[in-house]
C-alpha cells in the first residue's frame, strides 16, 4: 500500500469512526425530538404500537406525544426505562389534567380506565427523573362499551326512584 493509500484509508476510518458516536432524534420514528410541550408533541395515531425515544442529561429531558382518540375507544400505554434510568410516564387529557401517572423504576404504565377520553385528544409525557439513553414506549388502544340503557321491569327506561 502506498503513503498516500494508507493515509485515505487512515483519514476514512478516523472519520466514520466520529461520526459513529452521533446520535440524531428520533422519537417515534419522526425524524426529530418528540418535543418537550403539548404544543411541541409529536402526534401519533390512535393504534396499537411500539414506539423508540431518546432522553439525555440536560438538554433532552421530556417528550411529548399527542393522540387523537376516536369514539368509544381508551388507551394504555406502557415504558420502558433504559437500563439504570428512571424515566416516568403522565397521562394527560386535551385540558392538561392528569389523568393517569406512574412513576416507577423500570418499568411504568397508565391508562385511561375510568376517565372518559373517547373523541378527545391525550397527550403522553416521557419524564427523565435520572440517567439517559433509549426508552421504549408501547401503546394500547381498546374499545369502551358504553354502558347499556336502563330497562327496569323491562318498561325501556327508568321505574324511578320513590314510590307512591
Not at 485515505?8 to 469512526?17: F, K, V
Not at 414506549?137 to 369502551?144: E, G, H, N, S
Amino acid at each position: 500500500m502506498t503513503s498516500r493509500g494508507a493515509v485515505r484509508t487512515i483519514t476514512t476510518l478516523i472519520l466514520l469512526s466520529c461520526l459513529s458516536g452521533l446520535v440524531l432524534a428520533n422519537d417515534a420514528g419522526s425524524g426529530g425530538d418528540a418535543g418537550n410541550s403539548t404544543s411541541t408533541a409529536v402526534w401519533l395515531p390512535a393504534t396499537n404500537a411500539t414506539y423508540y425515544g431518546n432522553l439525555t442529561s440536560g438538554s433532552d429531558t421530556n417528550d411529548y406525544y399527542g393522540v387523537n382518540m376516536s369514539s368509544d375507544s381508551g388507551i394504555a400505554v406502557g415504558l420502558t426505562s433504559p437500563s439504570g434510568a428512571d424515566f416516568d410516564l403522565i397521562l394527560y387529557s386535551s385540558s392538561g389534567s392528569t389523568i393517569d401517572s406512574s412513576y416507577s423504576l423500570s418499568y411504568d404504565s397508565v391508562s385511561s380506565n375510568g376517565t372518559n377520553v373517547s373523541s378527545s385528544t391525550v397527550y403522553i409525557n416521557v419524564d427523565q427523573w435520572s440517567g439517559s439513553g433509549q426508552y421504549t414506549l408501547q401503546i394500547w388502544i381498546f374499545t369502551v362499551t358504553p354502558p347499556p340503557a336502563q330497562n327496569d321491569a323491562n318498561t325501556g327506561g327508568d321505574a324511578g326512584d320513590t314510590y307512591s
